[in-house]
């Protein structure tokens, strides 16, 4: 079983940045964020691959870049021109093909108007 280890989040004003990290506990071919906002469904934000192919919901293209370092075992979530609808906990999560997500304990990211 996988250990997922999220940092970075916190509050930052409407159009400002942040960074999330999440370091998995060995290689996953999978890696990404999920979010959820209080009363709203859980969103996938972002995947990327080992290969680092990724996908993005719409809803954050062109905002938010998801990265990786597979010699750390590492996963990135940069965040730019936030938005107050931005505001959930964001979870890191990972899964190896044909398996189900593995997920972290969750940051909290808060953006004031």
């Known amino acids: 079983q996988v250990q997922l280890v999220e940092s970075g989040g916190g509050l930052v004003q409407s159009g400002g940045s942040l960074r999330l990290s999440c370091a998995a506990s060995r290689t996953m071919y999978n890696m990404g964020w999920y979010r959820q906002a209080p009363g709203k469904q859980r969103e996938l934000v972002a995947t990327?691959?080992?290969?680092?192919?990724?996908d993005y919901a719409d809803s954050v293209k062109g905002r938010f870049t998801i990265s990786r370092d597979n010699a750390k075992n590492t996963v990135y979530l940069q965040m730019g021109s936030l938005k107050p609808e931005d505001t959930a906990v964001y979870y890191c999560v990972a899964k190896d093909l044909l398996y189900s997500w593995s997920w972290g304990q969750g940051t909290q990211v808060t953006v004031s108007s």
């Open positions: 990327i691959n080992v290969g680092g192919s990724t």
